[in-house]
């Protein structure tokens, strides 16, 4: 399985058009994967929860989109997530993807594409 660290990257989409490349933010650390998105109002791009099977939107501002990723980086499911809500464990899934709602279907994401993500290092 992948091991990321903390930090920024970007995640390349491969389901549309053509790859589209989409800010994102690496939260591997407990601390980081258990803040997630909470308290935040917007979000740039998206987060990359990792490990992770499962999310909640408990304390959230916003609605959120949140896409569960196989160890190959293959979409599972796509499900958006309204403020309060517990999400259901994906069997598969050793990654989740959050974003702002409604963004992940204008970037091709969706059950069965693959994604990359390339690290920002230095």
Same mark, same amino acid.
């Given at each position: 399985?992948?091991?990321? @660290? ?6 390349? =989409?491969? *389901?549309?058009?053509?790859? $589209? @490349?989409? &800010?994102?933010?690496?939260?591997? @650390? #407990? !601390?980081?994967?258990t ?6 109002? @917007? ?7 990792? &490990?992770?099977n499962?999310?909640?939107?408990? !304390?959230?501002?916003? &609605?959120?989109?949140?896409? #569960?990723l196989?160890?190959?980086?293959? =979409?599972?499911? /796509?499900?958006?997530?309204?403020? *309060? +809500?517990?999400?259901?464990?994906? =069997?598969?899934?050793?990654h989740?993807?959050?974003a702002?709602? *409604? ?10 594409? +693959? $994604?990359?993500v390339? /690290? =920002?290092?230095?």
């Open positions: 399985m992948r091991r990321w @660290s903390d930090g920024r990257g970007t995640l390349v =989409v491969h *389901g549309g058009q053509g790859p $589209v @490349s989409v &800010p994102l933010e690496i939260a591997a @650390s #407990y !601390r980081a994967r803040k997630g998105l909470l308290g935040r109002d @917007s979000v740039d791009g998206a987060i990359l929860l990792s &490990p992770a499962s999310v909640h939107t408990f !304390r959230m501002r916003i &609605p959120i989109d949140v896409a #569960y196989d160890r190959d980086l293959e =979409v599972v499911a /796509v499900r958006t997530m309204t403020p *309060g +809500r517990l999400g259901m464990p994906r =069997v598969r899934a050793r989740v993807l959050e702002e709602a *409604g963004v992940m279907k204008a970037w091709g994401l969706r059950a069965g594409v +693959r $994604v990359e390339e /690290v =920002v290092t230095g």
